[in-house]
Each structure stands twice: as C-alpha cells, then as structure tokens.
C-alpha cells in the first residue's frame, strides 16, 4: 500500500492469477489449463483445417467459462486506481477482456496475447463474432473462414510461434520504461518476451512488487514479493485516494 501511495507513475502487468477468482483457470497451477491440453501452435493451426477446427471445438469448450466470467476484487483494485490516476497503463498478458469489463478503459489496457471475445482473419484483418462463427462450426464442423476474403480466421490471441503485435509491444515497452512502480500480478513470469517487462521495469530505476501465489524466476530482482492471494492483498487499494 505504502509504495502505491508513494508512486506516481505506476504500471500493472498481469498474468492468469489475477483471473482465477472469476473462475477462468490459469496455466500452471495444479488443474490448470496446461495440464488439460498442449496449446496448438500458430504454424499448425495454419496449416491443418483439422487442427482449426480442433482449435475452435476447444474454443467453445472454454467459452461458458469465460462468458460467465466477471471482474473480480484484483481487477476492481486495479481499475480503481487507474481511475484515480495513480495507474497509467494496463499491460495484461491475459485474453479475457475482464480489464476492460473491470472500467479500464480500452486505450489503457494493453494487451499483448490478444483477446479471445472475438476473431480476425488472418489476411484481411476482417473482424468477425463469436456466436456467428459458432452458428457456422456446429452447422459444418469445419472451422469458418473470412466472409470477405476467404481467409483463415484465428481468435484474436496470439498463439505460440505467432509474432508478438508491434504496435502493443511499443506501448508496453514505452510505459515500463516511463514507470517508477511496475506491479507484476499473478504470472508465474516464464512466457517470454511478456515476461521481460518486469526487468526492463527494473533496470530502469523502477521499484518491482510481485504478487504471486507461487514463486517466480524474478523473485530475486523485486523489491516486494507478496506471495498471497491477489484478490486479498489488491481489494484495500480500492479504497486509496490518490
Ligand atoms: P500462469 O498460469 O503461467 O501463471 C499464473 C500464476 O498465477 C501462477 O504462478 C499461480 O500461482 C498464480 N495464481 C493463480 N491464482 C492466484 C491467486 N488467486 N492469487 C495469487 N496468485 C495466483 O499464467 P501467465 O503467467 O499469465 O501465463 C499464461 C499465459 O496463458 C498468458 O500468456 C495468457 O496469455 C494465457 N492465459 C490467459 C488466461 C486469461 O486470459 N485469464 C488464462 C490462462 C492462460
């Protein structure tokens, strides 16, 4: 709390953890989504129409989970204090949009794997819906393509292999740089180049907080780490007032 306040350019990098209290499982954890299936890899899934269409029967597997899913006491801490000012940026490695559900506004939350509420088109950057290429999957059983260009269309993450997007790594490199607080919430902080930030943060005078149930690689750099739970260690900063 005492290093919130005393900050005034303070960053948020978030990982899976500060989403498990809505319900959508994270990664590693004992259960979590690693344990259930390998990820598909970008080049397969453009390669192999079986392998789409594999990608999307996971989709809609998943998507109750993340349809039901709502802010919790970590992203209302958050959006808090970004609403007070004491938050620029939001550098969030997750997909499930619950920043934004949280009252982040969009052009403060800077997602760098994308977001899984909707799909592109790989060609044409086409933007379709959920519920419209589920109707089109359950009446084909084929993954749908681009009704513009034929195309393949990809949820809007970013897979494994798939390149990082340039223009949210800029932002995410130009606020970690600009910081002087960089708080890494609930990422076991070993997917790479995301998880870069915390260091760059560091090596550039900032102060580092980790807030993990488990512990990190990076736990040796910061100069807080709180291995609790995040709802309970974020939901007093609700309250901070600038
Ligand atoms: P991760 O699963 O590797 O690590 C999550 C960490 O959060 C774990 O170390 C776990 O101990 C900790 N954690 C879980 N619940 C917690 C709680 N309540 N309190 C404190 N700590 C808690 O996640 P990652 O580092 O974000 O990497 C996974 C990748 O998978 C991300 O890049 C993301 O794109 C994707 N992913 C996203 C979501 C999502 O959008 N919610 C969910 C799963 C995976």
Redesign the pocket.
Known sequence: MRMVRDASRVVVF?????????G??????PG???TKFRPIEYQDYMASAEMRAEAWRRKFAMEPTFRAARPGR?HGAVAHLVRVGKVRHVIT????N?HQMSGVPDNRVIE??GN?TYALCMECGQRREIDDIRKEYEATGAAPDCLKCGGIVKTA??SFGQAMPEEEMLRAEAATRDCDLFLAI??????YP??GFPLMAKRNGARLVI????R?ELDRYADLVIN????TVLAPLSTLNS
């Open positions: 978030t990982g899976a953890g500060i989403s498990t209290e809505s959508i499982p994270d990664f590693r954890s979590g989504m690693w970590g490695q997750n997909i499930d619950l760098l794997h899984t993450t970013i609930g990422s076991s902080l070993v997917v995301a998880a807030i993990n149930r488990e990190t609790e739970d995040i709802g």
